[in-house]
Each structure stands twice: as C-alpha cells, then as structure tokens.
C-alpha cells in the first residue's frame, strides 16, 4: 500500500518537475532573447555607421565603447540632462554636445587629432539600440557558429528566428527524452522496493506513440527547414561588402547633401540605377584631393583608376584602370524590376526601398528584395490613380470608383500582382 503510494508520487514529481523546468527553460529562452531583434538592428547600425573608426573592445580612430554608458553616467547630471542623455546627443551631433559646455564632452573631443562624424538622422531609439550593441557585443554572437552550420546554404548570417529556433527545439526534445528515461528507471526502482518481479516491458522507444511521434517531429522539422533554406537563398538582407574606395554616402549624402540622382542619374530613366562613373567623382574631386577621414590615401584611388596626375593637373594618357564596384543589390534573371516605374510614376522615394542611405558609410541591403515584399509594396500601395492619363485605360476602374464600389486604387488593383508584370 505505502510503496504504491511511494509510486505514484514519484511519477506525480517527475512530471511536475518536467513541467517546471519546461516552463522555467522556455520563458528564460524568452527573455533573453526578448532585445535580439535590437540587438541586431543596433549591430547593422553600427557597422554601417561606426565601425569604420570604432570597435566595441579595442581603439581605433575613436575609443573602444564598451563601457560608454558607465563613463557618462559617471559625468554627472549637467544642465537638467543626465550622462546617458548627453551620450546621446554626443553621437546623434557631438558638436552639440560640446557647444553646450558639457566638460566631459569637451575633454573627449579634444583627445585625439580625428574628429567624428555627425549622425543628424540617427533616433534616439536608434543610438539606444547601437548602445545595447556596443554594451554586449558577444552576447549573440556566441550562439551565431551554431546558427551557421545549421544553414550553410545562407549566403549571409542567418537573421532569422530560424537557428535559434532550431537548438531551443533540439533542446526541448533532448529534455523530453532524458525526463522519460529517468521516469522509467525512477518506476523500475520502486517496482524493485516492492520486491516485484519485473514483467518484461516494451522500452519506451520501441512503443508506435513514440514512432509516430518522432516521424512527425521530423518532417515538420524537415518542411520547415526546406521552405527557410528556399526562401532565403541568394537573399542577402544587411549585405555589405567593402569596396575598393572607401567611398561614405554618409559624407556625400548626408553631410554634403548631393543629391542621389546627381550620381546615379538614370535611377528616374530606365531599368537600372547606374553606378556614377569615376569622371563624376573627377567633377569634385579635381579640387578636392583630402578628405576628413582617410586624408589624400582614399581619394589618390580615384586619381590612379582615370590617371590623373594631381600635380600637373593633367590626365595621363594609358594609365587609366577602372575601379571594380562590388555589386549588392542582386535580382534573380527571371525578375523585371524597373527603377524609372517607381521613381517616376510610382513617386517611391530611393529609401523607402534602400533605407536610410544617406547614414550609411558603407551601403547594405536594407530590403529583403524577396518577392512578398514586392508583392505587399504593390497590394498596400495607392497609385495616384485619377489625375494620372497613363492610366486612362482603364476605364472599368475609373468607373467602379466613380460609383464608389471601390475606394481605392492600388498597384494590386491596376495588375501588380500578376506573375508576368514581374517575371519573364
Ligand atoms: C570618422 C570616425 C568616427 C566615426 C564614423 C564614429 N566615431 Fe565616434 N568617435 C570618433 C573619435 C575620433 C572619437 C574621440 C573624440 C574626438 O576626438 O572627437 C569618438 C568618440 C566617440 C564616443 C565617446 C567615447 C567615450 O569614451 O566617451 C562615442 C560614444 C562615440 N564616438 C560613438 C560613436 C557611434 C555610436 C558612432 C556611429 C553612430 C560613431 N561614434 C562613429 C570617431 C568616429
Ligand atoms: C557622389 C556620388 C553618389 C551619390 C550622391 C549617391 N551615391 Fe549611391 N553609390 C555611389 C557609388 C560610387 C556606389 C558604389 C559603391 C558603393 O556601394 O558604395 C553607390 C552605390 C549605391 C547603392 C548600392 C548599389 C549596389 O551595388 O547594389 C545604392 C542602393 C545607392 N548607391 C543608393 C543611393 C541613394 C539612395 C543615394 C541618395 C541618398 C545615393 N546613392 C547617393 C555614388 C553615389
Ligand atoms: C559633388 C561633389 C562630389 C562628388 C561628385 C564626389 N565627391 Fe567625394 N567628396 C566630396 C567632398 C566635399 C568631400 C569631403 C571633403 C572634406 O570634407 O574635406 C569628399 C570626400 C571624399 C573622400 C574622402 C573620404 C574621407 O573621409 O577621407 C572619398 C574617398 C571620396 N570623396 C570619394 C568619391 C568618389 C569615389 C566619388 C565618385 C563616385 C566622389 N567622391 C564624388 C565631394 C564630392
Ligand atoms: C521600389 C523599390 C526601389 C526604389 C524606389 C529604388 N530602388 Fe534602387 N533597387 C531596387 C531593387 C529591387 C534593386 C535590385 C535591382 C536588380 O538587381 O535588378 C535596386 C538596385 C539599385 C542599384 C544597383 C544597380 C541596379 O540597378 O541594379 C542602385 C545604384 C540603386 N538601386 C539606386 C537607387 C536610387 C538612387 C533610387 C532613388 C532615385 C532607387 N534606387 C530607388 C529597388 C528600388
Ligand atoms: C515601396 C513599394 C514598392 C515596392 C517594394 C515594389 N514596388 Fe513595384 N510598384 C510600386 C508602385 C507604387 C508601382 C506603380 C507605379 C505606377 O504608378 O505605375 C509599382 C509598379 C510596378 C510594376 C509595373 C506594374 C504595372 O502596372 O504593370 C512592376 C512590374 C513592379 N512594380 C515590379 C516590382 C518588383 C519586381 C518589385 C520587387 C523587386 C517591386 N515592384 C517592389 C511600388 C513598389
Ligand atoms: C511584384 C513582383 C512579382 C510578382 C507579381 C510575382 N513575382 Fe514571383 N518573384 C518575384 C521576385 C522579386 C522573386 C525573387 C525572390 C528571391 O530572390 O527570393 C520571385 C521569385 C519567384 C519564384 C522563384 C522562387 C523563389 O522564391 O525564388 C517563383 C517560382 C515565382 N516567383 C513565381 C511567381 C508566380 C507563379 C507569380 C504569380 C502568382 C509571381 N511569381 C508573381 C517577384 C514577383
């Protein structure tokens, strides 16, 4: 009688205890992942905007900032704002921060001969986010060996909840297993200290519930992993490769204001957005050889590449070679993209498909070019349908809205999410 009870709530224990940890495991694996998707946009910030000077752990130009935070916050309150305020408005401009009279941010600018850049289009959110960066850099990096062999197939680090999904649910399953081995030693010990004789038992994993279960837990495992391999193949989100001049968007676009077209002056004109040939570049930079970062080293890239003779001011004859862009953006050949239909007709602003370019020291791919995204743009997006003659042709809708059976005109509506509009 005792033993029996003895049995019972032992099982009762051990299911109580799995269902615990279950509980425990899972909303610990929440809450540490809970700042991850900051976590990443401050770490693409960052690269983009800062790493060319700064390292979270090592000096570079600027100091290491791990421990920033700390450092300004042990500044003091100044004028009603505290340090972490201040370290804000230091890295959105850190001219303001110095106008202001804020010693700490005095004695920094005076530290070293470089100066830094000004981020006017940064938000507070934003410098809070490359913050968490800089503050934890390893903090999902350590995981990211895992998530890459997990997904060889990706060009680029997996940004998906896909790798971390992936252990948490190996992770779970690898608990199931040990729970029901320890449950069944657990019975086979009380059986024991009843003194009873052990009928040969079916072990748990050669019982059908298990079988099936397994098979189940594979394919969905299997089905999921295929569609995310597919979907994410060639897609390269946040890619960003070094160029061989180090030529800043965030310089031109940002602080010099020169306007995208001026560079890529077919982006209004035809399929493609052209890269600016080096002679545009000649445009300035006959006049100016030094720039407030690199000084003469980048610049004289330029001049070797046309065979400028920046003494003589003359051109070279047979020197000329020509700079090898690394191309980003990347279409596959069976998509029409069209960048003059979206520029002009559809008054679609360069950022709101490339982002915040005119931030960016290098540029990355900001959208995930995949063909949902397409597909959302077209069905959300309204054309300027009633004061536009290029659409004249359809009088069907023009009447439809006329008689308010519909109330609005999207890309969707005048054909964009027809397969041949986009594919070949
Ligand atoms: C062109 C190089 C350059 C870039 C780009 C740059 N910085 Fe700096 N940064 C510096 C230099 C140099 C200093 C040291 C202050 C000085 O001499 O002006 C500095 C100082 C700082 C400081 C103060 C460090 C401390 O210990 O208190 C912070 C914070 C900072 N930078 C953050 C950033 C962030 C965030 C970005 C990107 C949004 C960035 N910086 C981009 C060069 C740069
Ligand atoms: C002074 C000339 C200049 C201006 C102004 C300029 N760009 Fe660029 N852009 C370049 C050059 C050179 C490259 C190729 C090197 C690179 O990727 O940085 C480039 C590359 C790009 C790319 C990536 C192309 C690829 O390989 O897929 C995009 C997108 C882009 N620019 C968008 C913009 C937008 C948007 C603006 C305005 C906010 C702008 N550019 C302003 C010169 C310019
Ligand atoms: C409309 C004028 C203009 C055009 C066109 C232009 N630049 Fe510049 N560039 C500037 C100015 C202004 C500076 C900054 C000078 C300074 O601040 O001291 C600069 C600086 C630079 C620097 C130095 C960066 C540093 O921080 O040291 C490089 C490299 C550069 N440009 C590359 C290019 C390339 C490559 C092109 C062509 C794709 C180009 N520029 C086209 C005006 C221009
Ligand atoms: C509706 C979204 C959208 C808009 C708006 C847009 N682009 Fe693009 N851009 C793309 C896509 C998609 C690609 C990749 C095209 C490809 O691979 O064929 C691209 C590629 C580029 C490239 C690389 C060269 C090329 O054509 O493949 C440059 C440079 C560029 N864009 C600049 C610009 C500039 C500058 C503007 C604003 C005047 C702009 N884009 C507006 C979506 C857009
Ligand atoms: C940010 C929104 C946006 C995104 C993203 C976008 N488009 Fe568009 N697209 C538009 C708008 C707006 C128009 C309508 C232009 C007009 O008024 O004719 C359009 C029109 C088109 C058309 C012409 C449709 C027709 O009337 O025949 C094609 C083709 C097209 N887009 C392809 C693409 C492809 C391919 C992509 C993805 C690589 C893409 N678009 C991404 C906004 C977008
Ligand atoms: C608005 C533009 C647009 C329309 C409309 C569109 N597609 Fe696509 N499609 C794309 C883009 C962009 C890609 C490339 C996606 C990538 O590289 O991940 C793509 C890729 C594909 C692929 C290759 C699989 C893949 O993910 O790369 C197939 C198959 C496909 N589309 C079929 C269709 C069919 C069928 C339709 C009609 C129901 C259609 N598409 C309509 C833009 C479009």
Redesign the pocket.
């Known amino acids: 009688m005792k033993s029996e009870h003895n049995q019972r709530s032992i099982k009762s224990y051990s299911f109580k205890a799995f269902f615990a940890t279950l509980l425990v495991v899972s909303s610990l694996f929440a809450s540490a992942q809970d700042d991850k998707p900051q976590w990443e946009e401050g770490k693409s910030l960052f690269k983009s905007n800062c790493a060319a000077c700064h390292n979270p752990k090592a000096d570079g130009t600027g100091p290491a900032l791990a421990g920033v935070t700390a450092r300004w916050e042990a500044s003091g309150e100044f004028k009603g704002k505290s340090g972490t305020q201040w370290l804000r408005v230091w890295i959105k401009n850190w001219n303001n921060a110095v106008a202001s009279g804020n010693k700490y941010a005095v004695e920094m600018a005076n530290s070293r001969p470089a100066a830094m850049n000004v981020f006017v289009t940064l938000k507070d959110e934003d410098v809070d986010k490359i913050l968490l960066y800089v503050e934890n850099a390893d903090k999902y990096n350590k995981v990211a060996p895992v998530a890459a062999a997990a997904t060889d197939a990706v060009a680029t680090e997996d940004k998906g909840p896909g790798a971390s999904l992936y252990i948490f649910v190996s992770f779970l399953v690898l608990l199931v297993i040990i729970l029901i081995v320890v449950t069944n030693k657990l019975d086979t010990i009380v059986a024991k200290s009843k003194g009873e004789v052990l009928t040969v038992k079916t072990p748990f994993y050669k019982t059908t519930n298990f079988k099936a279960a397994v098979l189940l837990a594979a394919i969905v495992y299997g089905g999921y992993k295929t569609v995310d391999v597919v979907t994410h193949f060639g897609r390269q989100q946040g890619y960003s490769p070094a160029q061989p001049?180090?030529?800043?968007h965030a310089?031109?676009s940002g602080t010099?204001k020169?306007d995208c077209q001026?560079?890529h002056q077919t982006a209004n004109k035809g399929k493609n957005s052209n890269i600016?040939s080096?002679n545009?570049?000649m445009?300035?930079?006959k006049q100016?050889s030094?720039?407030?970062?690199?000084?003469t080293e980048?610049?004289a890239k330029?001049y070797a590449a046309v065979g400028w003779d920046a003494y003589n001011k003359t051109y070279e004859d047979g020197k000329a070679k020509p700079v090898e862009w690394v191309r980003i953006h990347n279409l596959p050949d069976h998509v029409a993209f069209n960048h003059a239909t979206h520029v002009n007709a559809g008054k679609v602003k360069c950022q709101t498909c490339h982002g915040p370019v005119e931030t960016m020291e290098t540029v990355y791919q900001y959208s995930p070019l995949s063909m949902g995204w397409c597909i959302n743009c077209h069905r959300n997006t309204e054309v300027q349908f009633a004061s536009n003659n290029y659409y004249s042709v359809y009088a069907k809708i023009h009447e439809d809205l006329k008689n308010k059976k519909i109330d609005k005109v999207t890309v969707a509506t005048v054909g964009g999410t027809e397969c041949q509009r986009c594919h070949y």
């Open positions: 001049i180090r030529f800043s310089l031109h010099h020169i001026y560079c600016p080096l545009t570049c445009n300035c930079h100016v030094k720039g407030p970062k690199y000084g980048e610049i330029i």
